[in-house]
């Protein structure tokens, strides 16, 4: 009897056999972040000063070259047996990301709302990640979920939207737009005594959700993934500034059958191709006339309100339900950071979950709570540590006068365009972007495939990176032409940069005019 209770004594060759490590090798630890410093100072370093750096803002050459060179740097082997060695493997890894990837702090990176992130944001990152903190539960990251509130605090503040209003962090805009109109949905549900989360949004009758016909995408998307169908998304003319026209808004609810259920008004504060911004105060007021929820995306415009002289644009946004927001367009963020505001807490209701192993009532009850029922997701990294590093080194102010200097190139962009015969001023800059159109009058039929292909011309090239669209330039009715754009958002550009910008996309619209195509056979 005695042996049996004798601890089970364990010989040398049951002993664990897997091979035991410094801490170092875990970015968490006090050594580890001490690694993770040495690495970026040392063999990323290394790598920097010896990689090829493109003369323009990416590689030059086709995709397929560009793309198979990259692969090829990589490694040809695919997935090594045996590691290379973080030193190794950091300083291929950043050859590769110097040699074949898109320099944003270029001045002639201007194609999409995509910001050269700022530094303090980016080392802030790399902190948040060596922590892998999660904003679910108070036991997965107690001083991410401290910061995260702070922010929102202080965003509410910003925008304006009151004691009561709320925020989370989430993935992108696509996302905040989403859940916007999840909350709108529901609570269009709760008036109508439907319990939309739980019996299905076949239960709420004829959903209709309306916008701007320059909205952004992600609201068809958004209704498609709700359950409420694209059809669902009916859309507002806007006026000769690119604006959702409150009369024709007004109409269109006016003319609804009582059996159909206005979901939300989604107004733009700041479109992606205009920066264009609807008049908040009119269609607020609209909204509370019909009892719909008003959604405001200002994914692109929210950042102006870090700016003096561009705030009061976004006059009204204290009268939105909810609002998207983007910190990694004007807020000089690595993507993704964007925020979704609701002017009241209690909307996030119906997100709420008790499970027993993250949050259950009691350890809520004694203070151990997070995020979890302000979000879709569970897991969730603590994106809010770069964007409070970032507002804690350059304050407000900082952060406008960088939104105005983009503004500023951005009306100097737009003037050296109307002075060049060969370029048409399509859209004058109201934030940051500038759209407009390389002229051909010898070929006026083929100025389309002129201006699509000039675009492509400057990628292969490696010359510039400029954005591209499609416009109605003669008014409601015309066919869609295609279109070029300036958005600025490297405020380390000069008046300068900007000049030899232009002269590069006139050469590349010459070298692609049947003209000059003409005159050298």
């Known amino acids: 009897m005695q042996a049996e209770t004798e601890p089970l004594k364990r010989g040398p060759e049951l002993a664990p056999q897997w091979p035991r490590r410094p801490s170092s090798v875990l970015a968490g630890s006090r050594e580890g972040l001490a690694a993770v410093t040495a690495a970026l100072t040392g063999a990323v370093g290394s790598a920097l000063a010896v990689a090829r750096w493109p003369t323009g803002p990416l590689r030059a050459g086709t995709p397929a070259d560009v793309l198979a060179a990259a692969r090829t740097a990589l490694g040809m082997e695919g997935i090594p047996v045996e590691g290379l060695g973080a030193e190794a493997a950091l300083a291929r890894i950043g050859k590769v990301l110097v040699e074949y990837g898109l320099h944003l702090s270029h001045p002639h990176a201007v194609a999409h709302l995509q910001p050269p992130p700022l530094a303090v944001a980016v080392a802030a990152d790399a902190l948040a990640s060596a922590s892998n903190a999660s904003l679910d539960t108070y036991d997965s990251g107690p001083s991410a979920i401290a910061v995260e509130r702070w922010l929102i605090h202080g965003l509410v503040e910003l925008a304006g939207l009151g004691a009561q209003a709320d925020g ?71 006026d000769s500034r690119r604006r959702m026209r409150p009369d024709a808004l007004a109409a269109i609810l006016r003319e609804l059958p009582p059996e159909h259920t206005p979901l939300a008004i989604v107004a733009t504060a700041g479109t992606t191709d205009f920066g264009s911004i609807d008049p908040l105060p009119q269609l607020a007021a609209i909204a509370a006339e019909h009892g719909v929820w008003l959604h405001v995306d200002a994914a692109y415009g929210f950042g102006a309100l870090f700016s003096e002289r561009l705030a009061g644009r976004l006059n009204g946004l204290t009268l939105a339900d909810s609002v998207t927001l983007d910190l990694h367009k004007l ?25 027993a192993y993250l949050n259950p009532v009691d350890d809520a009850d004694a203070g151990y709570e997070g995020l979890l029922g302000r979000s879709l997701q569970t897991t969730r990294r603590p994106d809010a540590v770069k964007v409070a590093a970032t507002l804690l080194a350059h304050g407000r102010r900082g952060l406008g006068d960088m939104v105005d200097t983009c503004h500023d190139l951005a009306k100097h962009a737009e003037q050296r365009i109307t002075a060049e015969p060969e370029l048409e001023l399509v859209a004058p800059a109201e934030l940051t972007t500038v759209v407009f159109r390389y002229r051909c009058p010898e070929a006026p039929e083929r100025e389309d495939e002129i201006n699509g292909a000039m675009r492509r011309r400057l990628m292969e090239t490696g010359t510039a990176l400029i954005g591209r669209t499609s416009v109605r330039t003669e008014g409601p009715g015309s066919p869609e032409r295609v279109c070029l754009k300036f958005t600025l958002l490297n405020p380390t550009t000069t008046p300068e940069d900007l000049d030899a910008l232009v002269d590069a996309v006139l050469a590349a619209g010459r070298a692609c005019s049947p003209r000059l195509q003409k005159g050298a056979a």
């Open 331 to 355: 807020g000089w963020q690595p993507a993704a950071t964007s925020v979704l505001l609701v002017s009241n807490a209690s909307n996030f209701s119906a997100l709420e979950r008790e499970v």
């Open 168 to 238: 989370v962090l989430t993935p992108g805009g696509s996302m905040s737009n989403l859940m916007g109109l999840l909350l709108a949905r529901d609570a269009a549900a709760l008036r109508r005594g439907i319990d939309a989360r739980r019996q299905g949004v076949s239960t709420l009758p004829g959903p209709v959700v309306l916008c701007s016909e320059l909205a952004h995408f992600s609201i068809q998307r958004a209704c498609a993934a709700l359950g409420l169908g694209e059809d669902a998304v009916r859309l507002v003319p806007t």
